[in-house]
């Protein structure tokens, strides 16, 4: 198999001159934001109780967010420990696991470690595109959204996007497609480039999926705030608002905590993207740009909880209901 501009595919040890403090520092991060965002879901789960002790009214969006919340902190107490135990042994991930099955192919650790990069890349954007989704009905559709959208379907499909994105995942495991171990040496995901279609077809079809549900996310985003300022349109201008404001504003509040994630989720995983399609169609061997790549993903799960910890904060939600006001 060619080999050509993978100089850690086969490295035993870590490349010398690196240094394990950026893991642990975005480790640290990533691991602090997403307890603080259970923390906040939770005591907003406890003020939307209802009177007499029933069950809190909360909806599908919080669960969805309370999904991708506990997604990211999994992603994170799943991946990090592996590449800090990596430093500490000053051992590359094909060398800490055994090894595979013929020569020349990475350790278990390394084909479970690009497993998990490409679950915990991919089952965020479906969550995405179900919160998406929901605001959408919510929206356009309200009758229907009420009939239909309760919070048991907001906790069943997480379990079932989960499931999906296993099932996809888990593909180079089967032969379609090749693990591959990144400089330097604490790092794996699928080759990128070189090889024929069967090791080159999954990145790109990976690729495809992730850039489709983007599209799909910021379809629904347009449509949802195309619905949202019509029925700011209808409103009168005099009398009391107060039967209409609440569920717009807490519709705007959702929109706007989903357009945020959603341009900060595109911005991470667009550089995967593009290098999947070079390294497929332009042959283009840059192990540093594919590492970049592979980083940028990574820290959207840090990003997404101190994003939703920021938007909950009173000060910046007063801000934003001004300048959408005006």
């Not at 939770?42 to 009177?51: E, K, M």
């Not at 470690?113 to 919510?138: I, V």
């Not at 790092?187 to 480039?193: E, G, L, Q, S, Y």
């Not at 799960?301 to 938007?311: G, T």
Request: with cysteine; proline share 7%; glycine share 10%.
């Amino acid at each position: 198999m060619e080999t050509k501009g993978y100089q850690c595919r086969s490295s035993r040890y870590i490349e010398s001159g690196q240094s394990a403090v950026p893991s642990s520092v975005l480790f640290a991060a990533g691991l602090l934001g997403n307890v603080l965002a259970l923390l906040l879901l939770g005591q907003h789960r406890r003020r939307s109780r209802s009177p007499g002790g029933r069950p809190p009214r909360v909806s599908a969006f919080y669960v969805l967010v309370s999904a991708l919340a506990v997604t990211d902190l999994l992603g994170k107490c799943l991946l990090s420990p592996i590449v800090l135990a990596a430093y500490a042994y000053n051992r590359s991930l094909s060398e800490l696991g055994p090894g595979g099955r013929g020569e020349g192919e990475p350790g278990v650790l390394c084909q479970l470690f690009a497993f998990l990069m490409a679950f915990f890349g991919l089952a965020p954007t479906l969550l995405l595109l179900a919160m998406a989704l929901e605001c959408w009905l919510s929206l356009g559709h309200p009758y229907f959204y009420r009939r239909h959208i309760t919070r048991r379907l907001g906790v069943t499909l997480g379990p079932a996007a989960a499931g999906l994105c296993a099932l996809f995942c888990a593909l180079p495991l089967l032969g379609f497609g090749v693990p591959m171990q990144y400089c330097p040496g604490t790092w794996c995901f699928m080759r990128m480039a070189g090889g024929g279609p069967r090791e080159l077809a999954f990145p790109v079809l990976y690729a495809s999926l992730m850039g489709l549900l983007v599209l799909a996310i910021g379809a629904c985003n347009v449509s949802s705030m195309r619905h949202l300022y019509g029925m700011a349109r209808r409103q009168p201008h005099r009398g009391p608002p107060a039967a209409a404001a609440p569920p717009s504003m807490e519709e705007l509040d959702h929109l706007i905590l989903l357009g945020l994630m959603t341009v900060l989720f595109t911005i991470c995983s667009l550089p995967l993207i593009i290098r999947a399609y070079l390294g497929a169609f332009a042959d283009d061997f840059n192990e540093n740009a594919d590492l970049g790549a592979l980083r940028f993903l990574s820290v959207n799960s840090i990003v997404d909880p101190w994003v939703f910890i920021i938007f909950r904060t009173s000060v910046f939600r007063t801000f934003v209901r001004r300048v959408c006001r005006r």
